[in-house]
């Protein structure tokens, strides 16, 4: 699908970079979008799901950077790129949480060393498994904003004590997957530790429902899922 970019959007660029992830003797690699007009952009790291870095990521870490951002996409999976699920998850398995969490660390504070860069107003967003990283990170890092598409609950779920920022959680109502119970869960924890936050469940989507890529994309509920990235964000990072 070609998505249309607001009359306004901003040009930009983009590259792959080097940094020091949680990789032990070595960088990791992300890819990185921004605007080319000078100025100081709030940050965003967008993260993938089981399927790598694939094209339809760096798409949204673009779209994003044209909405005046400094997108990266940490490439958590060593520049594999899957073609199934049993196939990602099988790789997944060749890395550990800890390292996941040393990549999004360390990205962040690449981000943070930039000139262009507003240091204090960094967010995240991810899909699938990067959903469930967006909102890990955003507790063992203290960041301004997080998005968590269709992501699983930490665990214990009660580890969201520390969530650093607000949380927009968006999820399909017929994704098996995240079953209703698990959003009843973690909307129960974010009151009872007072967070901010805001869940939007869409009623006849499935998983995946925003990646245009595969067989569950819903339109609609991928361009509200879109309206509400743009304005959280908008709010948290760029107010």
Known sequence: MAFRFR????????AAIEFAGGSRGRNSNAFVSRPIKKGRYPGVLVIQGIWGLADQLKGVTARLAREGYVVAAPDLFDGKIVSSIEEGIKIKKNFTEQKFLGDLKGLIRYLKGLNYIKSDRIGSVG???????SLL???????????????DNPKPVDIVRSLSCPLLGLYGGKD??????????LKEALIEYRKTF???????????????TKPNYRAGDA?????????????????
């Open 7 to 14: 009359r306004n959007s901003m040009e930009i660029t983009s």
């Open 127 to 133: 899909f699938c498994m990067g959903g469930y990283l």
């Open 137 to 151: 990170i955003a507790c063992h890092e203290k960041i301004s904003a997080c998005i968590s598409f269709y992501g």
């Open 176 to 185: 098996p997957r995240i079953p209703g119970s698990d959003i009843k869960t």
């Open 198 to 212: 805001d869940i939007k469940i869409y009623t006849e989507a499935a998983h995946a429902f925003f990646d245009e």
């Open 223 to 239: 361009m509200d899922a879109w309206k509400r990235t743009l304005a959280f964000f908008s709010e948290h990072l760029k107010e």
